[in-house]
């Protein structure tokens, strides 16, 4: 099973589990069973079976994580994200594109900006929300006071972002690279925002 591979494998520090369909929490579960210090990365993206419950194995067991691929796991909610938030403190990068059930909640737990008691990723380089269509203009608030540090923002097919808080990204000194592709609702006012 994939509990004794990653136990035997001492020196792993990522592991590319993408587009493993039938992968279960209950796979995750078993898989995880103890803290596996060594891990840097891991990729889940498009196993849309996973849901909170396998975060919390992640938040449990996997401390040392700095990359979480979670793009088109579609069962993930806010409270999944606000497991890992308190969790893992080393976080770099975050994918939750088209985490549908996401919403400026998440961000908010992400950013350390909600009564949760979590502390925001202040560390976060790279968060990817694409296509997450719940994400609204109050996301871009909660990034722009939380996640100070991040370099890479992709908010591509957003629809719920406009104009009213790009203000916000620009006094962002890190970001280095800013997607918002095909957000329809951001217009020539919320582009002089931004210059």
Do not use: P
Not at 51 to 76: P, W
Not at 159 to 184: A, P, Q, V, Y
């Amino acid at each position: 099973s994939l509990s004794y591979v990653i136990q035997g494998m001492a020196n792993i520090e990522s592991l590319n589990l993408s587009g493993c369909y039938n992968l279960t929490d209950n796979g995750l579960g078993h898989t995880f069973l103890q803290e596996i210090g060594w891990l840097r990365a891991l990729n889940l993206n498009l196993c849309k079976q996973i849901t909170d419950s396998s975060l919390g194995r992640i938040a449990q067991y996997l401390k040392g994580l700095e990359v979480l691929e979670l793009g088109s796991c579609s069962n993930i909610t806010n409270t999944g994200l606000l497991l890992i938030t308190w969790a893992l403190q080393h976080f770099k990068g975050l994918n939750l594109r088209s985490c549908r059930h996401l919403s400026d909640m998440g961000i908010g737990h992400l950013a350390g900006m909600m009564c949760s008691r979590a502390e925001g990723r202040l560390g976060l380089e790279q968060l990817t929300g694409q296509d997450s269509q719940k994400l609204t203009d109050l996301s871009l608030k909660h990034i722009s006071r939380g996640l100070t540090g991040l370099r890479l923002l992709n908010l591509s097919f957003c629809g719920g972002i406009s104009d009213t808080r790009l203000l916000h990204l620009s006094h962002m000194g890190s970001l280095r690279s800013l997607n918002l592709r095909s957000c329809d609702n951001i217009s020539d006012t919320g582009v002089m925002h931004l210059a």
